[in-house]
């Protein structure tokens, strides 16, 4: 099983920055995608972020510009800095990984961490 440990949300005021760190671990026998999902109150999970093992990314327009995605690959971590913060940004956060990103986009993932939260206030 694979165990996802996401941290660093918190409240900030709009126009704020925050940098939310994702730990990967467990029984994993292929990386190459690893990605930001966001799901706020009444909504449905959305991923926001994405990055390969070589490096290409992909965002949501919505964040486009504003979040930038990275990762560590010898110590399978996954990074997501997001500044200019807007209140419709307050949702929690997952992090999750797989072979492809396309299947990074369907959701369809056995395992989730417990999220972390992220509140921007006007």
């Known amino acids: 099983q694979v165990q996802l440990v996401e941290s660093g949300g918190g409240l900030v005021q709009a126009g704020g920055s925050l940098r939310l760190s994702c730990a990967v671990s467990?029984?994993?026998?292929?990386?190459?995608?690893m990605g930001w999902y966001r799901q706020a109150p009444g909504e449905q999970r959305e991923l926001v972020a994405s990055?390969?093992?070589?490096?290409?990314?992909d965002y949501s327009d919505s964040v486009k510009g504003r979040f930038t995605i990275s990762r560590d690959n010898a110590k399978n971590m996954v990074y997501l800095q997001m500044n200019s913060l807007k209140p419709e940004d307050t949702a929690v956060y997952y992090c999750?990984?797989?072979?492809?990103?396309?299947?990074?986009?369907?959701?369809?993932?056995?395992?989730w961490g417990q999220g972390t939260q992220v509140t921007v206030s006007s």
């Open positions: 990055i390969t093992i070589s490096g290409i990314t």
């Open positions: 999750n990984v797989g072979a492809t990103e396309i299947i990074l986009r369907t959701g369809r993932r056995n395992y």
């Open positions: 467990g029984i994993i026998f292929r990386i190459n995608a």
